[in-house]
């Protein structure tokens, strides 16, 4: 999006889907959290001002909601360091969060936020230094304009403590406009990925360069040490592509958050597309969710295999490796069996059957 010049502006839709990812992660995050950690951190880079237009909350009172609940029912202590760069923002956040942390009983000691007026780098972990918070898990939003603007030292940082995780935005367009002809433009990408392997982009076709960015940042994350990462795709009210990239360490992060995914409406401006699906379609998370792109990648693995797969290794590959959650292999290769995809043994399916894909007309 382009950057709003007033102090605050109105929530967009996929805002709004953003949040409620935001809300629905951070509300498993925090009690698994809680329950092993006597401290930990939420921490954003580019808060904003904690308000949209509508009066609608912005993510840092999105989270302190969240974190108040948690702790009614932990004796634990929650940090919140909150970064922004623009002094009036950084004013209308500290009145938000003082009035919510004054209403409704919401008050309480262990919620520690501290509110600073800087640069997401270096201020940010200049701030988790100094609160204590870069020894304990962190859940550190990144969330700028689209820039890019995270340096990619910062992310090395937050994933040397091992339970932290991140999400990032980031809106591809930007460097594909302008890196190609501009060396500062390209300093800053250079800066975002952690190096110049993204360079490739300039020969890709303009049909898969979006594309080709996501992926060279999933492993730049990778590189810092989130080895687990799943994209958002979300659509500006411009039609501007943005993602939205989480990173973590941790299966238990990625089963989570795609709980959280799979029930955020994707009415409002967010898609989902598997990196890995061949085909690269868009999906809306509906009741019944179009698993086309899942077997189609299923079997692009399986092909790929030398031996048959069993259930639980497919399971856990549509865990780590796609968008799709565990919950829905075994219905999906019931249909590709009976639709001749695959063949099973023994015939019934549970974890430990093991899948082989046919070739293409091998029942006939
Ligand atoms: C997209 S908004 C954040 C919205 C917020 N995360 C939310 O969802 O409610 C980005 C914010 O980052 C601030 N910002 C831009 N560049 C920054 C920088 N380098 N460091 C810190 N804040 C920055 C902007 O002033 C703006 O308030």
Known sequence: MAAPKD?????????????????????AWAPIMLSRDEVVTYAEGFAGPGVYRGGEPG????????????????PRMVKMVLVEENARRKTELEHRI??????????????????AQGQCHPDLLQQLARVGSLD?????????????????PLLQRIATQRRSEVMVTF????????????????????????????????QE????????????YRESLGRAGFQHTLVFEMIDEAGHLLYLIFGTRHERGVEKMKEAMWVVDTTSGVRYRDPKDPNQQALDLELEPDTG?????????????????????LKRYALLETIYRPT????????????????????????????AALRQGALF
């Open 328 to 355: 829905q292999v075994i219905p999906l290769l019931k249909r590709m069996r009976d639709d001749g995809d695959v063949n099973v043994s023994p015939g019934r399916i549970t974890g430990t059957s093991t899948i």
């Open 205 to 216: 076709p303009s049909s898969s360069k979006a594309a080709y960015l996501r992926d060279r």
């Open 136 to 152: 304990h898990p962190m859940f550190v939003l990144l969330d700028g304009f689209g820039g890019p603007e995270v340096p990619f």
């Open 171 to 202: 809106q591809p367009s930007f460097l594909v406009r302008f890196a190609g002809k501009d060396e500062r433009h390209r300093a800053a990408g250079d800066a975002f990925f952690g190096g110049n392997d993204w360079h490739g982009v300039f």
């Open 59 to 74: 993510s840092p009172l999105v989270a302190h909601q969240v974190f108040s609940g948690a702790l009614r029912r932990s």
């Open 98 to 115: 003082a009035a919510t942390s004054g209403s409704s009983g919401a008050r309480n000691d262990r919620l520690d936020v501290h509110i």
């Open 293 to 313: 792109p899942l077997r189609r990648i299923l079997l692009d693995h399986l092909r790929s295999a030398p031996a048959a797969r069993s259930v639980d290794h």
């Open 7 to 27: 102090v605050i502006w109105e929530r967009d839709p996929h805002t709004a889907a953003k949040h409620a990812l935001l809300r629905r992660y951070l509300q």
